[in-house]
């Protein structure tokens, strides 16, 4: 679907990777400032590389070496940014046209009624983008998207400026896009949980560089990416299975493999997927069970590598995936572990965050 | 003592020249003064500086300098001159569209800082989401670039016109003071005041001048709200 491979200097900042999405639908992950816009603007056209190439469905969009640079309306991919501008002269029904009427028929791939009934915006066709809520104005930047039939979809962290409650509001919209036009798209953000919502599968940056690109829990365990995971507080990822809620005691039980974990009190029905993660520095490890201790979780596994990193040791350990767990390095001599060795590990329930649905 | 309000069919003359000079020049800058405002503003290209300084050389020199150099290029002994006169036969020195020509060249930076100005205003995003959403960069202009700019294209040709209303110097030096051809309000007053009596039909064209005046104004602000509406700026 999507290929690239490309170089882009801008000032001081430099902008280069590989990425290859097969996947429909893919998210695009890193920190604030790390080039993912830039990346998005240079496949829209709007910010031309200095060598490389972008291939969209087989079709050179750019090609530094065969000088192939195709000016943005006519590569038909999408943007839709952060806090999209829409038309300030126009009704929010011409904002919504503008691409559609520029389009021959034959290409066009939805109709207004249909955008409109997805988005739910048939109330506001006829105000001014200036009396639009934040929400609103960003379903319409999206429908007036959607209706110039993009090959591909570029969201630029669409859900960025919106307060938390807006974000819950719009993230079903996607979703319907997503499943009811198959829309390709490409969802850039720097907030996990929003492109677990929409994809499992994306591409992690960092400082320009495109690091690895994959199923999430694949892409999340390699080791280049551990720093990144680390200031994330990503180290430990599990795809588990809501069971049931116990709202008495404050805990939801998740299942993963055979082992039943206890954490805080979610909203999600029993049976949903969902990820949650852990900090290392949250594992505890322990000879033998422990009772007597406020800590909910104790799960068996073995070590299987101890890594010394500055002052403080890495250990892995196989509960059935691996654990990561940062402990300093008198607990490992006091404790004389080895690989190999078995060991339980304990999470206090309280240490695990839910990342989002699948 | 107190003049009559009557103004003199001579008086006359000189308003409707007034007016008629200062539509054909807005006329003839609207175009070149929105492309060359759009150049200076979002587009580089070499010679960019030495193109801002001689579009903006009129407002700084004294009228008089750029009308004599009119009266230079485009008078019949000219080298332009000539060629017009001689190919077209088109005249300009001391006809009422040399009088256009000169307050043209004199209100064109004005116009152009205007537009200049109002598209530096106009969101690079806006433009850049039409052109994701299929448009060329002509229609971009056109359809958003242009409509987005209008309250300074429209402050831009008001000052045109004011300008031209109000030129005297490059006139008076390249077209002269010809009475029914080139004698505008500026020069009839001018003229009246250096003539015995003429306080009386020099103050009646100070009153039309100012009725004048506040008419542009006064238009001008109904436009520039009708546009603020288009724009949605405002509350209809």
């Known amino acids: 679907m999507l290929d690239l491979d490309l170089e882009l200097h801008q000032g001081s900042f430099t902008l280069q990777g590989r990425l290859t999405l097969e996947q429909p639908v893919s998210g695009l992950f890193g920190p604030s400032g790390c080039g993912k816009s830039t990346l998005l603007r240079a ?316 | 003592m107190w003049p009559s309000l009557q103004p003199t069919p001579e008086e006359l003359t000189a308003l409707w020249l007034s007016l008629k000079i200062g539509l054909w020049c807005t006329a003839l800058i609207a175009v070149p003064g929105i492309v060359t405002g759009w150049l200076l503003a979002r587009i580089r290209f070499p010679g960019k500086a030495l193109v801002d300084g001689l579009v903006h050389l009129p407002l700084v020199l004294p009228p008089v300098v750029p009308g004599y150099l009119l009266l230079l290029l485009l008078g019949r002994q000219g080298p332009i001159g000539r060629w017009l006169y001689e190919t077209w036969g088109i005249a300009l020195a001391f006809t009422w569209q040399g009088a256009v020509v000169a307050s043209a060249l004199m209100a064109f930076p004005l116009m152009v800082r205007a537009v200049r100005l109002a598209v530096t205003l106009v969101e690079p995003r806006l433009e850049e989401a039409a052109r994701t959403l299929g448009a060329g960069p002509l229609r971009v202009w056109l359809t958003v670039t242009v409509p987005l700019s209008l309250p300074g294209i429209l402050t831009g040709l008001v000052l045109a016109f004011a300008r031209s209303l109000g030129e005297f110097g490059a006139t008076v030096t390249f077209v002269g003071n010809v009475a029914g051809e080139t004698r505008t309000l500026p020069l009839a007053i001018y003229t009246y005041t250096q003539i015995p009596g003429g306080d009386g039909p020099a103050l009646r064209l100070v009153v039309i001048s100012i009725l004048l005046a506040l008419a542009a104004l006064w238009i001008s602000e109904l436009g520039a709200r009708r546009v603020e509406r288009m724009l949605g700026n405002r509350r209809t």
Request: proline letters at 7%; charged letters at 20%; glycine letters at 8%.
């Open chain 1, 43 to 358: 496949i829209a056209g709007l910010t031309r590389p200095q060598a490389g190439y972008i291939n969209l469905d087989g079709i050179p969009l750019f090609d530094a070496r065969k000088r192939i640079d195709l000016p943005p309306h006519r590569r038909r991919v999408g943007l839709v940014f952060q806090d999209s501008p829409l038309f300030p002269h126009l009704s929010v029904r011409h904002n919504l046209l503008y691409g559609f009427k520029l389009l021959p028929s034959a290409q066009r791939q939805f109709t207004p009624t249909q955008v409109v009934d997805l988005l739910d915006i048939g109330h506001l066709l006829h105000r001014r983008p200036r009396h639009l809520s934040g929400g609103e104005r960003q379903r319409v930047a999206l429908g007036r998207t959607l209706l110039a039939s993009p090959r591909l979809l570029l969201l630029d962290e669409p859900l960025a400026a919106l307060d938390e409650g807006l974000k819950q509001q719009i993230l079903p919209f996607l979703r319907r896009v997503r499943d009811e036009l198959r829309l390709p798209m490409l969802y850039v953000s720097h907030a996990i949980n929003e492109i677990l919502y929409l994809t499992p599968h994306l591409a992690v940056m960092e400082q320009g560089r495109i690091l690895g690109q994959g199923p999430f829990l694949e892409v999340i365990r390699q080791d280049h990416i551990l720093g990144l995971a680390r200031s994330l507080g990503l180290e430990n990822v599990l795809q588990v299975t809501v069971s049931r809620h116990e709202p008495d005691t404050g805990c939801t039980t998740v299942r993963y493999d055979h082992h039943e974990l206890h954490l805080p009190l979610s909203a999600l029905p029993p049976g949903t997927e969902t990820w949650i993660a852990l900090r290392a520095a949250d594992v505890a490890l322990a000879r033998h069970p422990i009772a007597d201790i406020t800590i909910q979780n104790q799960v068996p596994g073995r070590v299987v590598g101890l890594r010394r990193i500055a002052d403080r040791v890495l250990a892995e350990v196989d509960v059935g995936v691996p654990i990561l767990a940062e402990i300093t390095v008198k607990a490992i001599h006091d404790l004389g572990l080895m690989e190999g060795d078995t060991v339980y590990c304990l999470f206090k329930a309280r240490a695990w965050h839910y990342l989002g649905t699948a």
